[in-house]
């Protein structure tokens, strides 16, 4: 991956930040808006359906969905940490034998990806600089669904993430966080076919599932 976002993202989500997380995904299940992503995409039958995820992180979402009735999972992840939590943890439950693990950035990979019937982006294109290229190419893969959380497009937020901005820059880090107008993400997803069936939302982000 030669984008200076991907160096930014296998810098950040390191082997000890990532065990972290693993740790507490264990001990505490996903965190809040993950779980709202999971309960309002398990408002449909996911029964024998397939899942692409992409930049699930320590892979919640998958691992979550499988319990609900999903069968195959195909989870593209640039960070190599995440990736490769995602996969002992699936290990660990048994299921690592359903999913397909690809490395990567998915704008580059996108065109060897197959579409699936739900597609996930959690917290992701908040951590993408080319949202439109982001969102374009995945929603081309979502037969019935496509879940996102990412940033309300609010005063507070934009402040919020140009100060985690501003100490990634004194850290030197190339990672950086964006804060894409929600108005620009609905216009490309509704002219991709996908229509919002459900939103809630909390103090920072917005949970939404679209359906085609
Ligand atoms: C803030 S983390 C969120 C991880 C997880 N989804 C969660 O909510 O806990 C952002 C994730 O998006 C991934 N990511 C960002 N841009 C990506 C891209 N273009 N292709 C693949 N993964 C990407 C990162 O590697 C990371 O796993």
Known sequence: MNCGQCQGIEELFSQRYVAKELSRYRAKGPDRTTRMLIEAINEEDVDGLTLLDIGGGVGSIQHELFEAGVQE???????????????????????????????????????????????TLDRVICCYHDMEKLVVLSAARARKLYGLVYPRDTWWMKIGLAFENLSFRLRRSPFRTYSHA????????????????????????QVVVYSR
């Open 182 to 205: 929600t108005k620009s993400v609905e216009t490309i997803l509704s002219s991709n076919g996908l229509k919002r069936r459900s939103y809630r939302q909390t103090l920072a982000w």
């Open 73 to 119: 999972v195909t989870s593209v992840e640039a960070s190599t940490a995440y990736l490769n939590a995602a996969r002992a943890e699936a290990q660990v439950r048994g299921l690592a034998e359903h999913v397909s693990y690809h490395h990567g950035n998915f704008v580059d990979l996108a065109a060897d990806i197959a579409p699936a019937d739900i597609v």
